[in-house]
């Protein structure tokens, strides 16, 4: 089965300072076709204007990761957390029991940009916590976020794994899905899946086939891959 996102379907909300554009429901927007694909909630697109952010807000029982893309990210919260993320970076906070946190764009004069994830945890009322890493490419898939933080990952509380794929040109690359679901958000590039041609910020969700092989166009692809439980 399939479940196709095309990157001007989504919903976007604009606030002058925050262009925000949403894969599924959030905010202001609602659609009923649209509330998440499996454990993920929430991927937002957000453009931040220099010196511009999120004043602290609370959040209570969802993993929270950022993906920055373009920029800086300056974040802080409750738990004494205060970083500066570069593009990049992977960042994962757990708000478990309740946090704060705030996120600003720290630079005057640059745009920041970065994926707003939202992915809901197989346990509430954990301890929140907090981690963040740049994870180097290697190799075709790399797994930057998995359930227990194995190898050189971030942990999250839930039964899934988040890897950033990269892909030369006209290459291709088979992944396994089976008893699971899979989540691919395009971040560069284009590809082709079967007879569909998927290209920057397009997410497709997979479920009930063996695996998924992707055939990227003439400037290859970068994309986030989602393994994730049915």
Partial sequence: MEYFRPAEERGRANFGWLDSKHSFSFGSYYDP???GFSALRVINDDIVNGGAGFEAHPHRDMEIISYILEGEIEHKDSMGNSYVIPAG???RMSAGTGVMHSEFNPSE???LRFLQIWILPNAKGVAPSYEQKTVVQNGQVTPLITEYGEGDT????QDMTLSRLEVSANDSITLPIGKRAGYLQVLKGDLNFENRSLRE??????YGINDATFVAGENGFQALWFDLPL
């Fill in 33 to 35: 076709n649209h509330m």
């Fill in 89 to 91: 970076d992977i960042q």
């Fill in 109 to 111: 004069t640059n745009d």
């Fill in 154 to 157: 971030l942990s999250i509380h």
């Fill in 201 to 206: 910020a397009d997410g497709l969700g997979l």
